[in-house]
């Protein structure tokens, strides 16, 4: 880049270039950044100029970045963060912050964490606010890169770039209609090989999933709601197919779905007990071993530890205490394998 072309850049139009990114679209940038749609293209001719490269093109779903735009937009991302780092206050304020933080979870962790973590942020920084984006497909790159501010999920492997801490752990169990006759019975792996399954899986075809993670830049994302293939590993020991009826993308809906209809499905042990009385579901401890799995969350290593980013974890850290505690009765109490925990058990 010549001295002319990179004296025709400021700090604006670097944002407004990492903003466009983002966001795929004049008007969104233009909406985020504050400014008009017009001065949102007068400052992308002066960007094209600066760089002699057209940057963005129409596309079917909105502005396209070109090659050259995708090449330095990692690099002008990096640069800003630390830009921002630098001149953040040590002694950062909650009080009076603008910040707005951005949390990778999945529909799970929204449900579980985020109620009580919004709470705590209305109440302590009644200024700032909170996004929330997918926890796959890219969200690793978002969190290296400073986009997103932390990921809350069930991890494989987690790279050292990343940071990591487990905020509490959860069980399953499997779920039924009281109106299901296979509910009054004492569940048996056999009984449960004849009923038809609901799973949980997202789906991603450009990024297949193995032993249900996902491989996503230095972090396995944890996608397939499941055992850890407990439950198959079980059935194969006894010869034994599963019948699965259904795949959906989101956790929240398998309850109502199992409610009306024959099916069963495995769920978090938090989630099932808040829908059971709603639902009328009969809850079944797994007739066979099967693992808990710890919801951590992670960070980029720098970033993290950053006065807003640290101010952040520790609230979240409180939020999820507050999950674990509210459910203390379902961690620490035994059921035998046998027998139905009603909603009113549970």
């Known amino acids: 880049m010549s001295d002319v072309a990179f004296s025709a850049l400021d700090l604006n139009l670097l944002r407004l270039l990492d903003v466009l990114l983002e966001e795929r679209s004049a008007t969104r940038a233009g909406e985020r950044l504050g400014l008009s749609q017009s001065a949102v293209s007068h400052a992308l001719g002066r960007l094209r100029y600066a760089l002699k490269d057209e940057l963005f093109v129409r596309g079917p779903a909105g502005l396209e970045p070109t090659p050259r735009a995708v090449e330095i937009g990692a690099g ?4 800003l963060l630390q830009l921002q780092l630098a001149v953040t206050d040590a002694e950062f304020n909650p009080a009076t912050t ?29 200024r700032a606010s909170l996004r929330i984006v997918p926890a796959h497909g890219g969200a690793a790159e978002a969190i290296q890169s400073g986009k997103v501010d932390l990921g809350i999920g069930s991890f494989g492997h987690v790279a050292d770039r990343f940071g990591y ?35 949980v899986a997202l789906n991603d075809d450009d990024q297949p999933t193995v032993n249900g993670m996902i491989a996503d830049h230095g972090l396995e994302w944890r996608l397939i709601r499941d055992d850890a293939g407990a439950f198959q590993t079980a059935l194969s020991t006894l010869g034994l197919p599963r019948r699965i009826a259904l795949t959906v993308p989101h ?42 799995h710890a919801v951590a969350s992670v960070w980029a290593r720098g970033h993290g530890e950053q006065p807003p980013v640290a101010w952040f974890r520790q609230l979240l850290r409180e939020a999820a205490g507050e999950v674990a505690a509210g459910s203390r009765q379902d961690l620490f109490t035994v059921y035998p394998p046998a027998r139905a925990l009603t909603g009113n058990a549970a």
């Open 98 to 126: 603008e910040r707005q933080f951005v949390l990778a979870c999945s529909d799970y962790a929204s449900a579980a964490i985020v109620p009580g973590l919004m709470a705590r942020l209305r109440t302590r920084a009644p």
């Open 165 to 199: 801490e487990e905020l509490f752990r959860e069980t399953l169990v499997w779920v039924l209609s009281a109106d299901n006759p296979a509910s009054e019975q004492p569940m048996t792996l056999q009984r449960l090989a004849e009923l038809p399954h609901v799973i």
């Open 76 to 79: 002008i991302r990096h640069g």
């Open 251 to 292: 956790v929240l809906a398998a309850p109502r779905i199992v409610a009306r209809s024959d099916m069963a499905a495995l769920i978090p042990r938090r989630l099932a007990t808040a829908y059971a009385a709603r639902y009328r579901l009969r809850l079944f401890d797994p007739p066979y071993p099967s693992p808990p």
